[in-house]
């Protein structure tokens, strides 16, 4: 399997914080621990290019460790068996992997398997009595994300959904400056998420499998990010597609779709999302009295922004090692992150998803 953003660079090592300019005073803390701290214990499902790059940042987290894997694929579990230590006992298939309910070398599991795959393996880990980590899209309907909220609940176990970018420096710096007044009120949000897809063939082009095109896989960094940078949940949507290779984006998998949001307080988005275009990785944030650019904005990094006061230097962080270290927190220490990524996020992206298509098909503005 790809990787899912192949026009992004892969991160390098962890970096020394810098100061930001003028009077911003930037405050990042990633989850630190002593050594006798609870460790969160993480089977990986899924094992494609995205959860090898989870595997590989999760060797220099504090809180966190690879102990299970649950793959279909034999081969995979032994070599990734191997590779991050994990006995024979600790690897699964699609068929076993319910028995890890009496496995207590496992704490939670992290689900990386294609979008319409979720909801099934989330729920059933949630019965063994597994938290869950799903990965975004958290599923490819309100109805689905709604049974795995509810599952999750009914087991009593944590569902988090894999935003990386909720706990990433510059972004929580951009978000310090709205909440505190530096931009004053808000008035616009620009996203563009895009990149140009490669094998016609691959899991992401299939309906079944994807539940949707762009939007699902990319455009939901602009749905999301749009709804923490503006700091608001949007009330209305409008949307247009564009398709100009019905072979390769076939009916049901979208292409191109530009969308726009309206909120309670008067402000405005405009959104792009895209398996035609390269480079298209920028969020815009304006208000009255300054504005934010991030660019890139969502990549694997590392993240550049800038304000009207000049550049923004936070820290440079492998995301996902930040990201599963701050998860162990939230579900070992009971943690309260400073944007949520809980299950209750991911519906209401599957929410304002309904409504993009939905605005597409009918051409109409479409409530929330």
């Not at 996020?345 to 503005?365: C, F």
């Amino acid at each position: 399997m790809k990787s899912r953003r192949t026009f992004l660079k892969q991160m390098g090592v962890v970096s020394a914080g810098l100061p930001l300019v003028g009077p911003q005073l930037f405050s990042f803390n990633p989850q630190q621990s002593p050594a006798n701290e609870k460790v969160l214990r993480v089977a990986l499902m899924g094992l494609g290019g995205y959860a090898k790059r989870v595997a590989e940042a999760m060797k220099d987290c504090k809180r966190a460790k690879v102990t299970g894997l649950i793959s279909g694929t034999p081969e995979k579990l032994k070599e990734w068996g191997a590779l991050y230590n994990v006995p024979e006992k600790n690897r699964y298939n699609y068929q076993n992997f319910d028995s890890i309910k009496n496995n207590p070398d496992i704490d939670a599991v992290y689900v990386i398997t294609p979008n319409s795959l979720h909801h099934n393996h989330t729920i059933r880990a949630a019965r063994a009595g597994k938290h869950v980590i799903c990965e975004k899209p958290m599923a490819i309907s309100v109805k689905e994300g709604q049974e795995m909220v509810e599952a999750c609940k009914k087991a009593g176990v944590h569902l988090l959904v894999g935003y990386r970018m909720r706990f990433e420096p510059h972004t929580l710096e951009a978000v310090r400056m709205r909440k505190e007044g530096e931009l004053g009120a808000i008035k616009f949000f620009q996203g563009l998420s895009g990149f140009r897809i490669g094998n016609p063939n691959q899991w992401r082009l299939n309906k079944e499998l994807a539940g949707g095109g762009a939007l699902m896989d990319i455009g939901i960094y602009a749905i999301n990010g749009c709804r923490y940078m503006v700091g608001e949940e949007p009330i209305w949507v409008t949307a247009q597609e564009t398709k100009t290779d019905p072979v390769k984006f076939k009916a049901g998998v979208d292409e191109t779709i530009l969308f726009q949001f309206g909120f309670k307080s008067g402000a405005t988005a405009s959104c792009l999302s895209t398996y035609n275009m390269n480079y298209l990785d920028r969020f815009f944030l304006n208000g009255e009295r300054g504005f934010i650019e991030m660019q890139p904005a969502t990549g694997y990094g590392p993240i550049r922004a800038r304000s009207n006061k000049g550049e923004i230097n936070a820290p440079v962080v492998v995301h996902q090692t930040v990201q599963m270290d701050e998860m162990a927190a939230i579900i070992l220490d009971g943690k309260k992150p400073e944007i949520p990524v809980d299950g209750e996020v991911g519906l209401q992206d599957l929410r304002i998803i309904e409504a993009i298509y939905k605005a597409v098909e009918t051409g109409k503005k479409i409530p929330l």
